[in-house]
């Protein structure tokens, strides 16, 4: 973005005496009436009685102090409202289906005035803006400061006033707002007043702009530099703690196995396999920003574990990183012996934008799937699969996922991605239906759980999606167990519980809506009357 797009167009404001007064409007708002420094004020400001003039560019350029003063900051002006303040305001699983709703840092300017400030308040002064024309020399104006400084400069109270302050700079000759007669005053056109404090600010301009590398960051949505593990686990005292989880993980216990892979990766932090058991067990547990970390680091310590490489993708999809996906599909064709001559080697896709990697990504799968028509690459349907979710071509999607399954039935991930492209592409039976079968193949499957729920949602039967989310809650919080010393802990996923509570409010049960508030699992089973 060029400076010119932040100052071009219309513009306008107040020349420097017209700040000059509001300053002093500001300061008698919440000073103490008949004070000595009103009668100074009044004095001072009666002596201009004509009202401002419209705004005047090359006054304002003329005004300009020649030498850089880095304690001078621009302050925007507001109209009657004496403060602003600025405030930098899923999924295979979050939705329904794909439908990716993830909250991002938005920055929206917002006005927050100050109760106090704000408070009807009367003041004896009577204020009356001074026109730019009637200042006609700067001695003029530094007779007058001078002439105020002299008058109040034993009264303690207006010793630190900003006003003092202000008229002290003047009639030290620091601000020389008298000199803006057309002899003397520097003429610059707006282009290149703009070229001026383009080539001056540059380097603060460069970084202000940069500042959306930082919302599009995996730090800025929510995705840890490293992973957090929880607090009180006792399977860390369990040196079986690798095998304990895999075994929960063949009866469906999903909580509890991630629970005993983070103790794998706390006592073998080297070991590829604890972190990439953790990672994809994270992502059916409906905790994707956990699993992602996890991934990564697995990939770190072994590159050549292709299957994290899809998972990751997937989960950056369900937090909305589409670019981060595209890199991990192309990061699986590079470390895949069978495609990665694919990859071209004079390309950077850290450089394209969103939609020429997307291209990019789909032209390199297509190349796969043609290097060998006549037989069916489950990975390979997979990744195309994901990329058809991101761009919201739903139906190759779908097509891309039954087809990985004519191969690859037994897979539940690859049954509940299908069952959440059929929601997003408005066939809520059929996704029912693929839930269904990746909940036959892993019944602790919470995500797939958690898809049920939403897709009942869209159908409008409320209870039973309320049904499903406590079903699935029940099954996070008994991982609770594996904490016997830390009663506080919650394994449950905070998704799941926002999402029940949005269903009871549906419902019209608000004295229930109140129970998930207070997490209380307990009684929201029985009044729904879940075993």
């Not at 409007?25 to 100074?40: K, P, T, Y």
């Not at 969103?354 to 037989?375: C, D, F, G, I, R």
């Not at 009871?504 to 209380?520: T, Y």
Request: net charge negative; glycine share 4%.
């Amino acid at each position: 973005m060029s400076l010119n797009k932040l100052v071009g167009g219309d513009c306008g404001g107040n020349n420097a005496l017209v700040q000059l007064s509001k300053i002093v409007s500001r300061d008698a708002a919440i000073s103490q009436q008949h004070s000595q420094a009103d009668r100074f004020v009044n004095e001072f400001m009666t002596q201009n009685p004509q009202t401002s003039q419209t705004f005047n560019m090359n006054a304002l350029l003329g005004n300009l102090p020649k030498t850089e003063n880095k304690n001078t900051a621009l302050v925007p002006q507001t109209t009657q409202v004496p403060g602003i303040s600025s405030q930098v305001s899923r999924q295979w699983g979050a939705g329904p289906s794909t439908s990716y709703i993830h909250s991002q840092p938005i920055l929206r300017p917002f006005f927050m005035p100050q109760q106090s400030l704000l408070a009807p308040q009367t003041s004896n002064i009577q204020l009356k803006y001074i026109s730019e024309s009637e200042v006609a020399t700067n001695t003029d104006v530094k007779a007058k400061a001078q002439e105020y400084v002299n008058a109040v400069k034993d009264d303690d109270e207006l010793a630190y006033n900003q006003f003092m302050s202000f008229m002290k700079r003047i009639s030290a000759g620091e601000l020389n707002l008298g000199e803006t007669t057309e002899g003397t005053q520097k003429k610059l056109s707006k282009d290149e007043f703009l070229t001026e404090m383009e080539e001056k600010y540059k380097e603060d301009w460069d970084r202000l702009s940069n500042i959306t590398d930082y919302w599009s960051s995996e730090t800025a949505n929510g995705i840890p530099k490293e992973y957090t593990f929880s607090e009180g686990n006792i399977m860390l005292e369990n040196k079986s703690a690798l095998e304990i989880g895999k075994e929960k993980l063949k009866m469906g216990d999903i909580p509890g196995a991630s629970l005993c892979f983070e103790a794998a990766c706390q006592q073998q932090p080297d070991s590829a396999e604890a972190w990439f058991l953790l990672g994809t067990t994270q992502a059916e547990n409906e905790q994707d920003p956990l699993a992602i970390t996890a991934l990564k680091k697995s990939l770190e310590i072994d590159p050549r574990q292709l299957e994290a490489y899809i998972t990751l993708a997937a989960s950056y999809t369900n937090e909305n990183l589409p670019k981060f996906a595209f890199i991990s599909l192309l990061d699986w064709l590079r470390a895949s012996p069978k495609y990665n001559d694919l990859m071209p080697q004079d390309v950077d896709p850290k450089k394209m934008d969103l939609k020429e990697l997307e291209n990019h990504v789909k032209s390199l799968y297509m190349k796969a799937v043609q290097l060998q028509p006549t037989q069916i690459d489950p990975d390979v349907q997979n990744a195309l699969g994901v990329v058809f979710n991101i761009s919201q071509e739903y139906d190759k999607a779908v097509d891309c996922f039954k087809t990985a399954l004519m191969v690859a039935a037994d897979n539940a991930k690859l049954w509940n991605r299908l069952g959440a492209t059929l929601a997003n592409s408005d066939r809520s039976e059929e996704a029912v239906d693929a839930y269904h079968e990746a909940l036959n193949l892993e019944p602790g499957f919470i995500r797939a759980r958690y898809n049920v729920g939403i897709t009942c949602m869209n159908l409008g039967a409320h209870r039973q999606a309320a049904e499903h989310f406590l079903v699935a809650l029940n099954q996070q919080y008994k991982a609770k167990n594996m904490f016997p010393e830390a009663t506080s802990t919650d394994t449950s996923s905070s998704t799941i519980w926002t999402t029940l509570r949005m269903v009871c409010s549906f419902m019209g049960e608000h004295d229930v809506a109140k129970l998930v508030d207070e997490r209380n699992l307990f009684e929201l089973k029985k009044f729904f009357e879940i075993e």
